[in-house]
């Protein structure tokens, strides 16, 4: 099992920033993509930010300009860094993390979300 372990949200004023974290529990062979969603109160899960294992990025347009995803594989931890928010952004950010560790008797794909961190921006 590998699990995710997310932090970094909190309260922010309108045009300040955050950077989320997810972090992989375990050692990992490779990761294939990471997403970032949000979900506002009585809204649906939306995908916000996603990056390959090529490096590749996609940014929803509502984010476009102001977020950026990244990822540090010494660390094994993925990053959403969050500028110029705005109300707009309030909502649970989780992250989405594909890819294979070894499992003792080979390589075992895995599909993983975090639990999830809350962000509120207002004045």
């Known amino acids: 099992q590998v699990q995710l372990v997310e932090s970094g949200g909190g309260l922010v004023q309108p045009g300040g920033s955050l950077r989320l974290s997810c972090e992989v529990s375990r050692s990992i062979f490779s990761i294939n993509g990471v997403d970032w969603y949000r979900q506002a109160p009585g809204k649906e899960r939306d995908l916000v930010a996603a990056?390959?294992?090529?490096?590749?990025?996609n940014y929803a347009d509502s984010v476009k300009g102001r977020f950026s995803i990244s990822r540090d594989n010494a660390k094994n931890t993925v990053y959403l860094q969050m500028n110029n928010l705005k109300p707009e952004d309030t909502a649970v950010y989780y992250c989405n993390v594909r890819g294979t560790y070894y499992g003792g008797r080979g390589y075992v794909p895995f599909d993983s979300w975090g639990q999830g961190t809350q962000v509120i921006v207002s004045s």
């Open positions: 990056i390959t294992s090529g490096g590749s990025t």
